[in-house]
């Protein structure tokens, strides 16, 4: 019996492989967060189409108490209206609140004034949206937003290289200095969208050739932000060598302004946040493509 | 699972899933993942259909805790494992013998996740072509008390019997599995 338990021991020995593990894991809890989200957001609808919310018949409108309760209801929105907008500001595709911040953007959109600060709100925009992709990355649960958030922040790449061109129109200074400040971000840009394509079969296999493609679209509009933005640059450079030219003393020797000191030049933008999984130092400064 | 320590962080665990938490149910998956699998490959035929129902049984239990928000009186190694079973069952039901033989890669399995020796395989082999041919009770007697070491109560409590029984029945599960490699070596 002893030798039959010894054959029955080594089957102990079978064990599924790490790597199926780890996809697994990453799938059973991607797929409980989509069920889960589903599950809420069916709650959320039946919740809005209870009877109470079908309220807006005029006739109750004018009973007294229910002018006490609708007049009690708008003074708590408006109190809680600020307490709603800071919370909106860390939510991500699919969540609740999601909207307000993208309707609290383009609030800020219509009012800005000039070139100038709207270019900045794209650029802060474009940050946004490579913020929240690379959160989204981590959680398993919302991966249907990422293809659309790539997206999103396509279009605000493209949205930052025209406000660029017409501010060079308008303000070839200005447009340098908002060269200067996309230089800092497109490295960051590229380092994640590369980095997230490693977690791309695991994450969502069946959508991963779309989001592939969305991805190197998005990479090729950063790269094109790149060249503008470097030529702008390098347009100032040559012109301050050669200003600097025809203003030197005969003999003495002029040091050309390098990329590396455009890049260190301090830019006070503080409301542009790098995303956490980011890591400037490892990027490389050429175009990126992601083989599907 | 043993030892009171374990036990406490299983119900923690447990206690943390049923209000929803995944990262929870995450550390779960990382416990009972490799047994469960193990415990399902040597009743199925193919490798394929043992990963696709050791997924499934993780998805249930999920659905099981979290979302009908349970009494739970069960240990959830227990429930796991009540689930398998289960699924295994249904899996056969739908299935002809025919289907079940074409299905068989346990040997080609060995071969490409075992790098062992010969003498490994041969005796891994047997002994799984052995057990898949007796009683489902015995199978999961030998499976739980040699394979997966869980004590006597555990495995009294996971069949609904009595520790005596238990014990009873490995003797028995135990001579079955015996005669039937013996059977098979004439």
Redesign the interface.
């Known amino acids: ?1 002893d030798s ?2 010894r ?11 790490a790597s ?2 780890e996809s ?2 990453s ?3 991607y ?3 989509r ?2 989200n589903q ?1 809420q957001e069916e709650e959320r609808k039946t919740f809005l189409t209870f009877p109470v919310f079908s309220f807006f018949n005029l006739k109750r409108l004018f009973r007294p108490a229910f002018a006490v309760a609708l007049a009690s209801v708008i003074i708590i929105s408006s109190i809680s209206t600020v307490g709603v907008i800071s919370a909106s500001q860390n939510t991500l595709p699919g969540d609740f609140l999601y909207p307000v911040k993208t309707a609290i953007e383009k609030t800020q959109l219509t009012f800005s004034s000039g070139t100038e600060s709207r270019t900045k709100l794209s650029v802060k925009f474009a940050s946004q949206r490579i913020d929240e992709f690379s959160q989204l990355m981590d959680k398993t ?1 919302k991966g249907q937003n990422i293809g659309t958030t790539v997206k999103k922040f396509t279009q605000e790449m493209v949205t930052v290289q025209q406000n660029i061109n017409t501010l060079k129109e308008q303000n070839v200074e200005k447009a340098v200095e908002m060269a200067k400040l996309v230089q800092t971000q497109t490295p960051v840009y590229e380092d994640v969208l590369t980095k997230s394509a490693e977690k791309l079969s695991y994450i969502l296999p069946d959508e991963r050739e779309q989001l592939t493609a969305d991805i190197n679209q998005a990479l090729q509009e950063v790269s094109k932000t790149k060249e503008i933005t470097d030529k702008l640059a390098e347009e100032q450079t040559t012109s301050v060598t050669n200003d600097a030219n025809q203003n030197q003393n005969p003999g003495e020797i002029i040091t050309p302004i390098t990329q590396d000191k455009i890049e260190s030049s301090s830019i006070p933008f503080e409301s542009i946040q790098e995303p956490a999984s980011s890591n400037p130092d490892t990027i490389q400064n050429t175009q990126t493509q992601i083989e599907p | 699972m043993d030892g009171l320590e374990t036990i406490d962080k299983e119900r923690e665990l447990v206690s943390r899933v049923s209000s ?1 938490d ?1 990262e929870a ?2 550390e779960l ?2 416990i009972y ?2 047994k469960i ?2 415990f399902i ?2 009743k199925v035929g193919s490798q394929v259909l043992a ?1 696709d129902l ?2 499934e049984s ?2 249930r239990i ?2 099981y805790f ?2 009908e928000q349970r009494e739970i009186e069960e240990s959830f190694q227990a429930l796991l494992y009540k689930i398998a079973r289960n699924l295994i069952t249904d899996h056969y039901r739908r299935k002809s013998s025919q289907e079940i033989l074409i299905d068989d890669d346990f040997n080609i ?1 060995l071969e490409n ?2 790098a ?1 020796g010969e003498s ?1 395989k041969e ?2 082999e ?3 072509r052995a057990l898949i041919n007796i009683k489902e009770e015995y199978q999961n007697v ?1 499976i739980w008390y ?2 997966d070491e869980l004590p006597v109560p555990e495995i009294a409590k996971m069949m609904d019997k009595s520790e005596g029984a238990i014990r009873v029945l490995i003797h028995r599960a ?1 001579k079955s ?2 005669d039937t ?1 013996s059977e098979e070596n004439e």
């Open positions: 019996m039959l338990v054959k029955i021991k080594k089957l102990q020995r079978i064990t599924p492989s199926w593990l697994q894991r799938f059973l809890l797929e409980i967060g069920v889960k599950k649960d | 929803g995944k149910f995450g998956y990382d993942a490799p699998f193990r490959r040597l990963e050791s997924s993780f998805l999920w659905e979290a979302n399995f996740q075992l062992t490994f005796d891994a047997g002994v799984h030998i040699y394979i135990l599995l015996k490699l």
